[in-house]
């Protein structure tokens, strides 16, 4: 019963800021009006995209990392997993996301 409680503990963290409230604290914290830093936002996304899908790499200084790698297919077959022989499909090779922490961010937390 002891993990059920402890997710229970971590479900009770404040929320997390949506589209709208970023732009609103930005706003707040720049001088600029809402709908301006909206546009920010939404550009930022549009050129952190482009950027993935080109180079393969974005960072955001002071905040985080995003890459991308290919995952190579699997051929279709039989594997072992917790001692038990599984028959497994044949999976198309991938190209995954991952965003990481910059060095800046874990050291200010």
Do not use: H, W, Y
């Not at 038990?84 to 050291?107: D, G, H, Y």
């Amino acid at each position: 019963m002891a993990p059920m409680k402890a997710m229970k503990a971590v479900k009770a963290r404040a929320k997390t800021m949506t589209k709208g409230a970023l732009a609103e604290a930005l706003a707040t914290e720049t001088g600029l009006k809402k709908s301006e830093c909206n546009k920010v936002v939404e550009s930022l996304a549009k050129v952190a995209t482009t950027q993935v899908k080109s180079a393969g790499k974005f960072v955001l200084p002071g905040l985080c990392m995003i890459k991308t790698r290919q995952k190579p297919a699997t051929k279709a077959g039989k594997r072992m997993a917790f001692g038990k022989e599984i028959s497994c499909k044949a999976q198309p090779a991938k190209t995954i996301v991952k965003a990481f922490c910059v060095a800046a961010l874990k050291k200010s937390i």
